[in-house]
């Protein structure tokens, strides 16, 4: 069967295959200086925000991709205080961030201020702590950003992007990675997204290796499930720069003060392990 | 954008979202006296069986699912011999249970003999163990099997079906875990498959409640990503008779003498975390 003019469809670029929501209306159509932004409402994923035609958030998944990009980032940093999120517009991993009480300063640095004002009109929980005093949003290049950073000044780096292409792909390269390197502190953590396990296994492949040239001692995928995302399944990439990431704080997350949806001890550990396809090409 | 003719859609039932595959050809449609069967060729995900317009098989990202319905099952049960597998007329799950040589006879008991014929044509590959010795083809219907079977003669019964609507739905009642329940042997292991935890979660509930009040002792959802099933990220629900679920064999996975491409031992300790919203539903 063929799908009307009543759904929105993002076809998987170059994998032959593409998901489609059934939308009600669309309320929002604007090109910002770097990408056309889209707001629809949909039946059943609530409100949806697509860049250039690809989807980046919805009501109803987004929790997922959140929590897996923030929790296991910042459960293995010993204390982490100064935390840096590149892109992030949606400011979703944001709130996440400032759950953790040890944050200090959580600062973003977004290329596309309108990515984060619609949001914030569009997507009001997800910004629902934009306004924490911990919380510094810039609108700038992250890459350029990272490059001028003061040598050990943040604990945590959170790479948000989009995929790998256009201003995004930078963030994916040896030359980032090092300035991220040089920007962390001691037992500094980095967590980039990494794109789907089975769709791009040999961007993970080379994100991993970029990261271990870039100086970084230990890496480690996080897989997880993400309905709107290609393929349904994603993952983060976690790197290190001078401990393992196995030895997270295990207490801290059982004990933990906040409400998730999906991470939790059981889970952080789960999403560390390696299908053996995976397994094989990371050796 | 939409999608023209050259695109194989299934709607995900009540969910407001599709997937799409992008077609070369259609080589096969029939109709069975049990429901139509067609098989595409897919431009990215090799050869595409689909049961009454759901897909049921793809070359690219069956061995996920048949590896997760199979190997945590039988590497759960101290010392499994005899196999039924119910549905599975694809013959996947069949070939990965044959794959451990402690299995004397692995009978299938799928009620569309033409699923299995077809299967044979297109997915040789699937249906390569179906000529071993141990191997048995019924066709015949699953829940009456299993409500004549005798008294503990199975060690491991799977549930490889359709989604729970029409003759499928039977097969996720409590009258049919019962008469699981009595086929099976000390340490017995029931899997079935149990749908999305993000679409049917109040399934995975029913299911769990169904199989208590049929007796077993333990139960655990298994998860794993499966692209070309509703929201990409599916299920299996394991019950083990008399005893707890938690102590499968890890060193015989560890050592195992068989190839998989997903799963291994980290791979299965992982499937079994519950994400926050499911373990919460699951109290």
Redesign the interface.
Known sequence: ?????T?Y?E?WSG????????IRDKVHDERSPYQRIEIYE????GTLMTLD?LVMVTD??NF?YHEMMSHPALFTHPRPRRVLIIGGGDCGTLREVLKHPSVELAEQVELDERVTRVSERYFPELCASNGDPRAQLRFDDGIRWVARAQAGSYDVIIVDSTDPVGPAAGLFSEEFYRNCFRALGDRGILAGQSES??FHPQLIRSMHQALRTAGFLDTAVL?F???TYP???WSATLACKDASLSGFRQEAVAEKTF??????L??H?????????L?ELLL
């Open positions: 069967m063929t799908l009307d003019s759904w469809t076809q994998q032959g295959s593409a998901i489609s929501l059934k949909t039946e059943t994923f035609g109803r998944d997922i396990p089975l897989s499930p993400q309905c393929s349904g399944w409400p998730t949806r999906y991470y939790n059981g889970v550990t789960a999403a560390m392990a390696t299908p053996e396809f397994y």
